[in-house]
């Protein structure tokens, strides 16, 4: 039987010039190298600079995925662009994107599910190209998190970071079994009894500013693992397949306790994880694009892996991606 498959063509991402050290953040806020590294894993992240907006690291991003694929921005006829820090209120930050690939045709809109937005932008773009109303996408993770941040807050400043990644999507026929390349299968949660566990304290309709971001951290640890956990075996079932059969598992990157905790109660070999949160910090829905595009510029990620990847956050909302690369 043809079924059409979403297959990634390639990857690209961009990470602002500026490179924010733990050692730096000790100098303004009450923390250390030591706390920070223990606790997260993270040494450093990258800061937009002034003027530098979410669409710009998307723009670099979208335009390294389309030279590493190979292929015309003119073939693309859908943009999704996962964001929470977008440049402005509206209009959405991938229309800035298609307007400056000179795409005027296909559709082009953001999606909102913060640190999982990239989960949720790739389910959407396949089943967009399964259905067949478009036929090459590209997906986007991007983030200006360093602007929602409260620079006093020792609890989240040191966490995040800014940055983009982006893949191609192509729809092709294929016959529809597991050996063959592209997605096989997305699995979307969220659960709304969480939502103020992390959360930004602003918005257009409630203050007409756009806040700061707020988390009980401990909260947000508490639940991942399992979560993360619950929807990956979720991906492994209705694929028929292991741990074992999995080539590179490249989970969000939030915290290394997380991601080393979620491997270890899956059973996924420590050598199989795309670990980037050291240098990367926690990039939101850009951090799984990024890590691809690490994993494949330096030659682990090869065509035919089988890649499991996984993110959970604000909401909650959570999700895993099975894919042949
Ligand atoms: O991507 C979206 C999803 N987000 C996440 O997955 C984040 C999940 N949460 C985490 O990664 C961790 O909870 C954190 C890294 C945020 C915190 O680690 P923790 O081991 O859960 O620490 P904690 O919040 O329980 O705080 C332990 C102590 C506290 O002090 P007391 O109350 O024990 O005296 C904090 O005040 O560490 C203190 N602390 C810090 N100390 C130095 C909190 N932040 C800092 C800091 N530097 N930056």
Request: aromatic share 6%.
């Amino acid at each position: 039987m043809t079924a059409i498959r979403s297959v990634v063509l390639g990857c690209g991402s961009y990470l602002p010039e500026r490179i924010l050290t733990n050692a730096e953040l000790a100098a303004k806020v009450a923390t250390s190298d030591e706390w920070i590294v223990q606790r997260t894993g993270i040494r450093e992240r990258h800061i937009a600079a002034q003027g530098e907006f979410t669409s710009h690291l998307a723009i670099k991003a979208a335009r390294a995925a389309l030279a590493h694929a190979g292929v015309d921005a003119q073939s693309i006829d859908l943009i999704v662009l996962a964001t929470s820090t977008p440049d402005n209120t509206f209009p959405a930050t991938a229309v800035s994107v298609q307007n400056a690939l000179d795409i005027h045709h296909g559709a082009a809109f953001d999606l909102q599910a913060v640190c999982t937005g990239f989960i949720y932008a790739l389910a959407s773009a396949d089943n967009f190209l399964r259905s067949g109303a478009f036929k090459r996408a590209l997906v986007i993770g991007a983030e200006t998190f360093s602007r929602i941040l409260d620079w006093n807050d020792r609890g989240t400043c040191v966490l995040f970071g800014d940055g983009a990644g982006a893949i191609v999507l192509d729809a092709q026929p294929q016959s529809g079994t597991t050996p063959e390349r592209g997605v096989l299968s997305t699995h979307l949660r969220s659960d709304g009894r969480h939502k103020s566990k992390l959360y930004v304290d602003g918005g257009p309709s409630s203050s007409q500013t756009v806040g700061h971001l707020r988390m009980e951290g401990r909260e947000v640890f508490k639940h991942a693992v399992g979560m993360i956990t619950d929807v990956i075996v979720d991906a492994f079932k209705a694929n028929g397949i292991t741990a074992d059969d999995i080539d590179w598992f490249e989970p969000h990157q939030a915290n290394k306790r997380i991601i080393d905790a979620s491997a270890h109660k899956l059973h996924i070999a420590p050598q199989k994880v795309v670990l980037t949160v050291d240098r990367h910090g926690n990039t939101s829905a850009a951090s799984i694009p990024l890590a691809l595009a690490v994993a494949s510029a330096d030659g682990r990620l090869k065509k035919g892996d089988l890649v499991l990847l996984e993110a959970m956050g604000g909401g909650f909302t959570w999700g895993s991606a099975l894919l042949r690369w």
